[in-house]
């Protein structure tokens, strides 16, 4: 007990150079350097593409077509007029599906699973900030700790020395 009323605290100072940080600058740090939200980011884009995808089934679609024929002079005139020397033909067709249950069903899946990578990205930002808030409150509580504690020896350490003076 005599040692450990003697001893005394090894780099007791903290170096003043440290970087003080609030909490919500330390969710912003984490929230910009955490691979697991680029990778949300990236697999939210990735379904918006796949809902954009399915959902084209369902839009109208236009096709064009044009085609040009060149025959020589004398194939043309051997064909007695059903042949011309020059030919164009083009076409201009239009699609709009107007029901398909697959169509639909694949449209519904793909946006309910992208529903699913939105929340599921969301819930990586939020379990992510709550981690680092946890994080940042036992580093506040263990400095409040440590700040009590050297309190507490302080004190006894004065209380020893009046006691030895009495003595």
């Given at each position: ?23 919500s600058?330390?969710?912003?740090e ?67 599906v ?70």
């Amino acid at each position: 007990s005599t040692i450990m009323a003697e001893a005394d605290l090894i780099k007791e100072t903290i170096s003043h150079k440290t970087k003080k940080i609030s909490l919500s600058s330390a969710i912003d740090e984490a929230l910009g350097n955490n691979l697991a939200i680029e990778q949300g980011k990236a697999m939210v884009a990735s379904g918006e593409e796949d809902v954009r995808k399915a959902r084209s089934y369902l839009i109208p679609s236009v096709e064009a077509n044009l085609t040009g024929v060149k025959i020589d002079e004398n194939s043309a005139k051997i064909s007695f007029g059903t042949e011309s020397e020059e030919t164009l033909k083009g076409s201009l067709t239009a699609t709009q599906v107007l029901f398909s249950e697959k169509a639909w069903s694949g449209w519904r899946a793909v946006k309910s699973g992208q529903k699913a990578r939105e929340e599921e990205y969301n819930t990586i930002l939020l379990d992510t900030a709550y981690n680092v808030s946890q994080s940042y409150i036992n580093v506040l509580r263990a400095l409040t700790l440590e700040r009590v504690r050297k309190s507490s020896i302080d004190l006894t350490t004065a209380n020893l020395k009046r006691a030895r003076l009495r003595r």
